[in-house]
């Protein structure tokens, strides 16, 4: 009651931030320091203003590495950075005038005092070497999110941020993937089981399968036990899903907010087991933050998030371009992509019924 009262009370009050809004705010939180690098430690607008270059010629001039490149290039192109001429990359007007010392009006020293800052040097080393270590942790030395995974207490902490996170996804994942005729699901790398767990509410005739490694699959028996799901309803398959096979009783493989944590090689052999696996006529479906840059410019919020995702793990945002063609490599067909919220999206694609398991 306080609290509404003293918020009557401020004369127009700001809008209030939306859930897309909170989220921008984490997910975005490298894309200042790869921008501080890319003026600081490259000079990168100083060149394109004087000489347009191919993603290519870019990365031989820098020495720097494709896939922090990749993402570098997709988030300046939606900043209004940098412009793409018939594959050749142009500094922007705006950072001509303001990010390329060949201007009088640039003010790159001034972004440049911030090169030293910790989180910005890592990130050019990211662009340099492509090996990202974020993860400092006390106790435990390790540095890298796959290590982390493997301690007790992060593991817990991530799995309790992934099950936030997905009450607020799961529900619409939900809506868009229709499962209606699908028999079991197979949730790779399921966390707590937030995902399955609504599609299991929405499809009674659905089962789940939840496959984590420890410690996360005692997490995440606990987490259906508390929502009262349990075998053979749901269970948890403890196993590894690098190296442990995949069972070949599901018609649908969810891999959610999984994939772009992984670079292109162990995207393949995701994708290539669950084309052995699943049933004939089966269908896998990726919920992530997927750019459609098909015809431009990655929305903002996407290609910001790519950012975080390409300094901390060893994915990126993979663009439904991406997508399309690491499925379709596995023998998937019939891909199709739809939008959720938060700029998320589902991208489902199918194993052909005549196809041998």
């Known amino acids: ?52 270059a191919t993603e290519a010629e870019l990365r031989e001039h820098f020495q720097i590495k494709e896939r922090p490149t990749r993402t570098m290039i997709r988030l300046f192109e939606s900043w209004g950075l ?27 020293s001034y972004i440049a005092v911030m090169k030293y800052k910790s989180s910005v040097r890592e990130i050019y080393d990211v662009l340099r070497l492509d090996t990202p270590d974020t993860w400092h942790v006390e106790r435990g030395g390790a540095t890298n999110f796959d290590e982390l995974m493997q301690t007790d207490d992060f593991a817990d902490l991530n799995t309790r941020g992934m ?51 420890p410690p996360v699959d005692q997490l995440a028996t606990r987490c259906l036990a508390e929502r009262k799901l349990m075998a053979p309803k749901a269970r948890v398959i403890a196993g590894d899903m690098f190296v442990d096979p995949f069972p070949q009783t599901a018609s649908l493989h969810l891999y959610s907010h999984v994939l772009h944590n992984w670079g292109p090689e162990k995207v393949r052999l995701l994708l290539d087991k669950s084309y052995r696996s699943l049933l004939p006529g089966g269908r896998v479906a990726v919920y992530s933050c997927h750019p459609d840059d098909r015809g431009g410019p990655a929305p903002v919020a996407e290609a910001e998030y790519s950012v ?16 399309r063609s690491l499925m379709e490599g596995a023998g998937f067909q019939h891909v199709d992509y739809r939008k959720s919220i938060c700029n998320r999206s589902l991208i489902t694609a199918r194993k052909i019924a005549s196809s041998s398991s």
Request: aromatic fraction near 8%; charged fraction near 20%.
């Open 1 to 52: 009651m306080l609290h509404s009262t003293l918020a009557a009370s401020i004369p127009n009050p700001m809008p209030e931030p939306d859930i897309a809004q909170v989220i921008r705010w984490r997910d975005s939180s490298y894309s200042a320091d790869l921008y501080i690098a890319a003026v600081s430690w490259l000079d990168l607008f100083t060149y394109l203003d004087q000489t347009p």
């Open 308 to 323: 975080l995702l390409t300094t901390s793990y060893e994915g990126c945002c993979y663009s439904f371009e991406d997508m």
């Open 82 to 108: 940098l412009d793409n001429v018939d594959g050749k990359l142009l500094a922007s007007a705006p950072a001509r005038r303001y990010l390329s010392r060949n201007s009088s009006e640039n003010i790159s």
């Open 163 to 213: 099950e936030e996170r997905g009450r607020i996804f799961a529900p619409d994942l939900a809506r868009l993937l229709d499962c209606t005729h699908d028999t079991a699901v197979l949730d790779v790398a399921g966390g707590s089981g937030v995902y399955s767990a609504h599609l299991l509410n929405r499809y009674p005739n659905l089962s789940a399968m939840i496959l984590e490694r």
